[in-house]
């Protein structure tokens, strides 16, 4: 019989390739290198640049074949949960931070020492690692991106007075962490926050960051200080780059118009055009000479609030029922649309994610309101939540067609003429008109005019009040 160690395959690759499944690759690779690679080990100076380089470029492969849309046509796999795929984006994190710490480890790289192109491998690690803690939802990690300013500190482009895209080396990777960085890939779903990296890569050589300063808000970055981007305008410090996007917005616009045109630009391969439309649209804002921006005044605060997650648990509340599961959060600022809350527990060992609606009870107030997750950023204990305020007095509502009745919820006060918002399971009966709204004492008829949501629980449809 065939000795079964000889059929294993113990190289980076085969390590990767996880018996055909990713998440076992990215697993076992995270595990690899973090038994091999630990400041001051004997294994770490043996395996060298050679095995972690290794583990570098396999990596890098894995990711772009697993992944759920990329430029490549990938032959069908085997379609995954949404469970599979968040470890696939906690592995590719994972990943890629073992790779970059395995490289910052080596004696020969520390303070940034080495040859060009062993700083430059480092500063490419770095910033990946920056890009797949972004898509899954982290908060900027203060210790990579102090790793990227000293590489660029330490580089001679550092005295330049403008950094281009169009040039590879250390200061096209800082540029590359900065345009990430712009694009605030914590707020988006995965497949689009993978369509803006392969838009941001192909805007690169028209992106820079210079000296001088400019007067439309963007981000400003203080490498000396090792900091994390800010958005601002006009101040200036001598020490300070400045990101320039606007230039890239000529190619977007025309990705834009061949797309609209039926004609998918060859650069973005197979990417789905409806992913990139969207991306587009989402990317071209970001980088306008005016960004988007809070139009409402947020007031800081601190108060503990009660939190039901999902719409079964909002129904529950709303019935007065207890609720099914405590959480006992702080909303630490609100303006008339929002709230920031500051989650430091769940007791499901998972925060919640954009989209997912959220009822919330201030300790000191009355009633529920009900709110949509639209921003999520993770810490190691804690999480920040930026809900969007749904219903400042939702109440239970019953819509029938007379033969069918559905229970949800009612956002708004019907008006004759007037718009109401109505949520309901998302596996909820479908109606046929004419609908009625039944409260006690009245029977409203309803004119369904669209759905304006629809995510994993739930859908809200706006409804005409004749």
Not at 169 to 187: H, P, T
Not at 349 to 366: K, N, Q, S, T, Y
Not at 435 to 460: D, M, N
């Amino acid at each position: 019989m065939e000795n079964a160690t000889e059929r294993l395959d113990f190289t980076p690759a085969g390590v990767l390739a996880g018996g055909g499944d990713a998440v076992v690759g990215f697993e076992a690779a995270i595990a690899t290198l973090r038994a091999i690679y630990k400041p001051g080990s004997p294994k770490a100076e043996a395996a060298g640049l050679h095995v972690v380089s290794g583990f570098d470029d396999a990596l890098q492969l894995a990711i772009e074949t697993s992944a759920p849309i990329g430029k490549r046509v990938i032959a069908e796999a085997v379609p995954h949960d949404a469970v599979w795929w968040s470890r696939w984006l906690a592995g590719a994190r994972d990943a890629s931070h073992a790779v970059c710490d395995a490289y910052w480890c080596l004696s020969s790289l520390q303070c940034t020492a080495g040859y060009d192109s062993v700083r430059h491998r480092l500063a490419v690690s770095v910033v990946e690692a920056l890009k797949w803690s972004a898509c899954d939802r982290f908060s900027p990690d203060e210790t990579l991106w102090a790793r990227i300013s000293q590489l660029f500190v330490n580089s001679a482009e550092s005295s330049a007075s403008v950094i281009g895209g169009d040039v590879s080396g250390v200061g096209r990777e800082y540029l590359r962490a900065v345009a990430y960085y712009s694009a605030n890939l914590d707020q988006v779903e995965l497949n689009m926050a993978i369509a803006l990296v392969h838009l941001i890569d192909l805007s690169l050589p028209f992106l820079e960051l210079t000296r001088k300063p400019v007067d439309a808000p963007q981000y400003v970055v203080y490498p000396s200080r090792g900091l994390i981007p800010v958005r601002r305008a006009r101040e200036h410090d001598a020490g300070e780059w400045h990101f320039a996007p606007w230039a890239a917005d000529e190619l977007l616009a025309d990705f834009e118009t061949r797309l609209e045109a039926g004609r998918v630009p060859r650069v973005l391969g197979a990417l789905p055009p409806d992913e990139v439309r969207s991306a587009l649209k989402y990317l071209r804002a970001q980088w306008s000479t005016r960004p988007p921006v809070r139009h409402r005044r947020r007031f800081p605060q601190d108060a503990s609030v009660m939190v039901a997650r999902g719409l079964p648990a909002c129904l529950a509340v709303l019935r007065g029922e207890p609720l099914p599961a405590m959480r006992s959060w702080r909303a630490l600022d609100f303006s008339r649309s929002g709230l920031y809350i500051l989650a430091n527990s769940d007791p499901t060992r998972a925060w919640p994610d954009i989209g997912e609606l959220l009822g919330v009870h201030f300790d000191d107030g009355d009633g529920w309101q009900l709110g949509i997750v639209r921003r999520l950023r993770m810490w190691p204990s804690h999480a920040g939540l930026g809900v969007e305020l749904l219903a400042w007095k939702p109440t239970i509502g019953v819509i029938d067609d007379g033969q069918f009745a559905v229970e949800g919820i009612q956002c708004d006060t019907p008006e004759k003429g007037g718009v109401i918002r109505f949520l309901t399971l998302a596996t909820a009966s479908e109606l046929a008109e004419p609908l009625f709204l039944r409260e006690p004492g009245a029977v409203i008829r309803l004119r369904p005019l669209q759905t304006l949501a629809q995510a994993a629980g739930y859908k809200l449809v706006a409804y005409q009040v004749q």
